[in-house]
């Protein structure tokens, strides 16, 4: 608010607070003139009128809201915000600071944090290790917060936290009470877009399949909720043409055992080879040159029936035509680490893992990384 504005709303509402209190003491100080029948000698319509005191209760409410108006103006800034703070303060980062709705929520918000962490820690986690490269991880992020321009060397350090702590998310997957915590952040958080029951939509991929875009590991899949991801998928028609676009699309609906959909009907061999050609030489440097695709970049495998915007011939056309742009956001800011560990168990539960290798170990340059 600006200080014309807090000006003349202090203004109005202590002139306000005086005008009531002039006339609620005016009115207990007047005393009319009263008749030998008791009354002020005024009627109306037959009723007259007495002099009688206030009700007690009455009085009471009034002087208290009156009282508490005052003691209000005293302890919170609501006398020209811009120069009086309040005396009321709140914790915030340790620190007792000025009362405000913003820093009110944001001392709520720790307060809350940390008994979620101390639950997070002795009740579910009971590793102190872990507890402790959680701790370190959480203070490289803090610095890098501070930067205006993201720190290289410190990123790096991040993603070494991070990954050190694939190990404790495996563990946390087959324990009933963080999937059941991972379930509920889930629902809260992530079903917007995948689901209520984690299955995708268009656009959105499916988490409880084996199909990863950029890795279903542990390691990876707490890389994607740290620091989201930004997926793109060029338009080609510029480059190609429609002709090219069309032979493209038949070339890579011939790479699906299910040819992309029942309603597309068979292939035309010309344009399969022709589409082959294209790929080779455009595609084949981000999905590879046999179509399987790379979770480096988030290249999708081209070799399943898995699609994640459609395998319809016109859908597949469509999208080398204007190509797609896919955002992952980033969860770092607003779950933390531990919450971010409970969702990340939950999604890794959701697929099968039956033929996946045992978690690697951690690095000296992840250890040391952790343990600073």
Request: charged share 15%; proline share 5%; aromatic share 10%.
């Amino acid at each position: 608010m600006s200080g014309f504005w807090s000006f003349w709303v202090t203004l109005f509402s202590i002139g306000c607070w005086a005008w009531i209190l002039y006339w609620l003491v005016g009115i207990l100080g007047y005393r009319p003139t009263i008749a030998e029948d008791g009354t002020t000698g005024h009627e109306y319509d037959g009723i007259q009128e007495y002099d009688r005191p206030l009700p007690k209760w009455w009085l009471i409410i009034f002087w208290g809201t009156l009282a508490w108006a005052l003691l209000y103006l005293l302890l919170f800034p609501s006398v020209m915000p811009g120069s009086w703070k309040g005396i009321t303060t709140v914790k915030v980062d340790g620190q007792d600071v000025p009362w405000t709705s913003a820093n009110e929520l944001a001392s709520d918000l720790e307060r809350n944090n940390a008994v979620f962490t101390t639950t997070f820690n002795d009740k579910i986690l009971k590793d102190q290790a872990v507890t402790t490269q959680i701790s370190n991880l959480a203070k490289l992020q803090a610095q890098q917060a501070k930067n205006a321009e993201p720190n290289p060397e410190l990123k790096s350090q991040i993603d070494q936290g991070i990954v050190a702590l694939a190990p404790a998310v495996q563990k946390l997957s087959q324990d009933p009470q963080a999937i059941k915590i991972g379930q509920r952040l889930f629902l809260q958080n992530c079903s917007v877009c995948h689901g209520s029951q984690a299955h995708g939509a268009t656009g959105y991929p499916n988490l409880t399949d084996n199909d990863w875009i950029y890795g279903g590991t542990p390691d990876k899949i707490l890389l994607t909720l740290n620091h989201g991801r930004v997926g793109g998928m060029p338009a080609w028609k510029a480059q190609i043409g429609e002709d090219g676009v069309r032979a493209a699309a038949e070339y890579v609906l011939s790479l699906s055992p299910g040819h992309g959909s029942k309603d597309n009907g068979a292939l035309n061999p010309t344009l399969v080879s022709q589409g082959k050609a294209i790929f080779d030489t455009n595609c084949a440097v981000c999905h590879g040159k046999d179509a399987k695709g790379n979770q480096d970049v988030g290249a999708l495998n081209l070799t399943d029936d898995i699609w994640l915007y459609g395998g319809d011939r016109e859908t597949v056309r469509t999208t080398l035509r204007n190509g797609r742009a896919g955002v992952m956001p980033h969860w770092d800011t607003k779950l933390g680490n531990e919450r971010i560990m409970l969702l990340a168990a939950y999604v890794y539960s959701l697929s099968d893992h039956t033929k996946d290798a045992a978690p690697a170990p951690m690095t000296a340059t992840a250890t040391a990384s952790a343990a600073k």
